[in-house]
């Protein structure tokens, strides 16, 4: 059998049925939220998650987690990266038992304890489910593929303590010497950010750090800096994001009514680049005063 080239059937319908669980309660949609999509599903893969005894594993999540809580789209992703390679490793189309398997493959405690929870036995499942796809009973875990970095799509950045220390250490200098008296207006601030993620940028670099520390570094360096920058002009950070929306708002309004100009779209992109990148320059030749002395890891 050829895989499909895009999920479709009960795979996908399993993922819709997660996301509307996860919308329910008002929190996000993790694995424990895949392992109910699939429940209630029909087929081997529902039918391993049946708790029986006349309780669903819906029941089982909501009562375990009545809060809301974050999502983990980091955590689903690779698990449905993992299915999908395991269901093209064995010439099948995706379907709802290669992604359990690539759920309790990634073993996360939401999952672990939900299934405890349910009364359901992990090992019993993954066999089960093995068999219905046709692969061995002993068959290994499945390679999952690396998380996205800490720091991006919503996985937490890396904490403090387990930052660079040569790298955050240099990054509390410069928070400790931000040039923030020349901030008067809004471009002051956006090109204040736009410097000091790429300071922070060029630094993770210079270190040769990994991905995980990178962006970790950037997520927590950008949030003192625009921390710092509200406590010193509180009147610009309360109109610095219905501002920005405002304008979005405006420039699609403007090219709804001028489809016939879209072409000019990229000449528009090209001079804004330039724009922002003389703005930044300049709002850097300002304050250079402010960075003598930094220290260079």
Known sequence: MVPSEKPSGPYLEAIQRAFQFAREPGRGCGPAEFLVGISEGHGP???ALDPGQGRSLRAVAA??????RPGAMYLHMQAQSAAQ????????????????????????PEVTQTLSRAGLDAA?????????IGAAADQP?????????AGTMDRPPLPFADLDARAWAALRWRQDHLPLSRLRRDTDWQALTHLERTAAWRLTARLGLDDNQRYSLICHHSAQVERRAAQRRPDLARRRIPGRAAAAMAISRG?????????????????????VGLRDRWFRLRTIRHYRGSPQP
């Not at 009562?63 to 809301?68: F, I, Q, V, Y």
């Not at 019993?124 to 219905?132: I, K, Y």
């Not at 001028?258 to 680049?273: C, E, I, Q, Y």
């Open 255 to 275: 090219r709804r009514r001028h489809r016939f100009l879209a072409f000019t779209v990229g000449w528009v992109t090209w001079f804004d680049n330039r724009r």
């Open 124 to 132: 019993a499942v993954r066999q089960a489910t093995l068999a219905v």
């Open 63 to 68: 009562a375990a987690d009545g809060t809301a």
């Open 85 to 108: 390679s395991l269901a093209a490793a064995l010439g099948q189309p995706p379907g709802a038992e290669h992604l359990l398997i690539a759920l309790l493959d990634q073993g996360t």
């Open 45 to 47: 893969a529902a039918a």
């Open 141 to 149: 875990p499945i390679p999952l593929p690396a998380l996205a970095p």
